[in-house]
């Protein structure tokens, strides 16, 4: 929705996009949101990445030096 919005305002018109067309898109932003909400909160995410499954799912992986931190992440972000 907030992507929908983004074009809408910059004057596109989102009507007629195939939703495969924007889910890379999508999926960073999701990422970046997270690890600045990560950062905010001083946690060590380690390497974040994307990952596409073997059923063509984006995965967004976060891999954390530490548990408690792991931890933390899912408890306050997730």
């Given at each position: 929705?907030?992507?929908?919005?983004?074009?809408?305002?910059?004057?596109?018109?989102?009507?007629g996009?195939?939703?495969?067309?924007?889910v890379?898109?999508?999926?960073?932003?999701?990422?970046?949101?997270?690890?600045?909400?990560?950062?905010?909160?001083?946690?060590?995410?380690?390497?974040?990445?994307?990952?596409?499954?073997?059923?063509?799912?984006?995965?967004?992986?976060?891999?954390?030096?530490?548990e408690?931190?792991?931890?933390?992440?899912?408890?306050?972000?997730?």
């Amino acid at each position: 929705m907030r992507l929908i919005g983004i074009l809408v305002a910059a004057g596109e018109d989102p009507v007629g996009l195939i939703e495969d067309d924007f889910v890379q898109v999508v999926a960073r932003q999701a990422m970046a949101d997270r690890v600045c909400r990560a950062y905010d909160l001083g946690l060590d995410l380690g390497s974040p990445r994307m990952e596409l499954s073997e059923q063509g799912d984006m995965d967004l992986v976060f891999a954390f030096e530490r548990e408690v931190d792991a931890a933390a992440f899912k408890i306050a972000i997730l």
